[in-house]
Nanobody, 122 residues
Framework: QVQLVESGGGLVETGGSLRLSCAAS????????MCWYRQAPGKRRELVAQ???????TYVDSVKGRFTISKDNVKNTVNLEMNSLKPDDTAVYYC????????????????WGQGTQVTVSS
């Protein structure tokens, strides 16, 4: 079992910045792609950014150039630096550990954090 605990959400004005952190209860980054999702009211959960075990990062188009995902293998944390925030970024942000399709076929599961609220005022 793995516990993921997010922190760093809050209320910020348009154009402001926030840094989200996700702490894993044990070392998993070598086996999992770490992801940040978000879900706004009335909308589907959306993959925002991910970082693979090798450190490759990808982002949804709407946050490219504004958000940066990183991980600290010593502290077992994954961070999401969010700059130039917009009201459309308002959502609950979730940390996810994805073992990948092959490992899931052999019974590995995803892990999710409880979520942290980000609210961007206009």
């Amino acid at each position: 079992q793995v516990q993921l605990v997010e922190s760093g959400g809050g209320l910020v004005e348009t154009g402001g910045s926030l840094r989200l952190s996700c702490a894993a209860s044990r070392s998993i980054f070598s086996d999992y792609t770490m992801c940040w999702y978000r879900q706004a009211p009335g909308k589907r959960r959306e993959l925002v950014a991910q970082i693979t075990s090798r450190g490759t990062t990808t982002y949804v188009d709407s946050v490219k150039g504004r958000f940066t995902i990183s991980k600290d293998n010593v502290k077992n944390t994954v961070n999401l630096e969010m700059n130039s925030l917009k009201p459309d970024d308002t959502a609950v942000y979730y940390c996810n550990a994805d073992p990948g399709t092959v490992r899931k076929a052999f019974g590995a599961i995803d892990y999710w954090g409880q979520g942290t609220q980000v609210t961007v005022s206009s």
